[in-house]
């Protein structure tokens, strides 16, 4: 079985800067997508970005990048540049190949301060 | 285009009572699942549907849950009774899931918080 893990339950941050959200997962497969999704407090999950792990470039979306280490298992989405607007959970969810089932990690609860 | 679409946003019920969620997933998507999110904790899959197809019920609590999408659009999940632990964020997702291809975003809706007294 999967499973994800958050260390971080709340991170906060001052607007403008940069932050770092950590997880790791643990699997056996070779075959699998990895995800970020914020839910803000309007309890919609919105996908942020998305790695497959047979790619080894790091995604990047406009802000939002991630530190993909597939040997430490390890999957960190860094924000640049934050913005009130980002305060919100975020998850890290690992999807196997071939699979529909997300393994979600308990979130990580950021706030972007003025 | 519009996203999925649950209702109520919110529902307060006393434990015994029945409760029911609805879910509009997007037009076209054949594939909906229901999750279940505790406080706290990320969403754990209940119900999945191909279609009008429960496909994987494997972790809905059967002895008091129960789901239905007719015609393979909207969907109604339903409990009876509702008991004090049952109180948690309900979200409905869909996805368009279409052969050979290893990945399919799901795209959540707002969820229902339901919350038993």
Redesign the interface.
């Known amino acids: 079985a999967q499973t ?1 893990t958050q260390s971080q339950p709340e991170m906060s941050v001052q607007e403008a800067e940069t932050v770092t959200l950590s997880c790791t997962y643990d699997t056996s497969e070779s ?1 699998y ?1 990895l995800f970020w999704y914020k839910q803000p407090p ?6 942020v970005i ?1 790695q ?1 792990a047979y790619k080894q470039q790091n995604a990047t979306e406009n802000r939002f990048s991630v530190n993909f280490q597939k040997a430490a298992k390890s999957f960190s989405l860094k924000i640049s540049d934050s913005q009130l607007g980002d305060t919100a959970m975020y ?1 890290c ?1 690992f ?1 196997r ?2 699979n ?3 393994t ?4 990580t609860l950021l706030t972007v301060n003025p | 285009e519009a996203g999925v679409v649950q209702s109520p946003r919110y529902k307060i019920i006393e434990k015994k009572q029945p409760v029911a969620f609805w879910c509009n997933p997007i037009s076209g998507h054949n594939t909906l699942y229901w999750y279940l999110q505790n406080l706290g904790q990320g969403p754990e899959l209940l119900i999945r549907y191909e279609n009008e197809e429960a496909v994987d019920d494997s972790q809905l609590p059967k002895d008091r849950f129960s789901a239905e999408r007719l015609k393979g659009v909207d969907s109604t999940l339903k409990i009876q009774p509702a008991e004090l632990g049952d109180s948690a964020v309900y979200l409905c997702a869909s996805s368009l899931m279409t052969s050979g291809s290893s990945y399919n975003e799901q795209f959540f809706g707002p969820g229902t918080r339901l919350t038993v007294l």
């Open positions: 994800v075959n997508y309007s309890r919609q999950m919105i996908l998305r497959e998850f969810a999807l190949g071939s529909y089932k997300l979600f990690g308990k979130g």
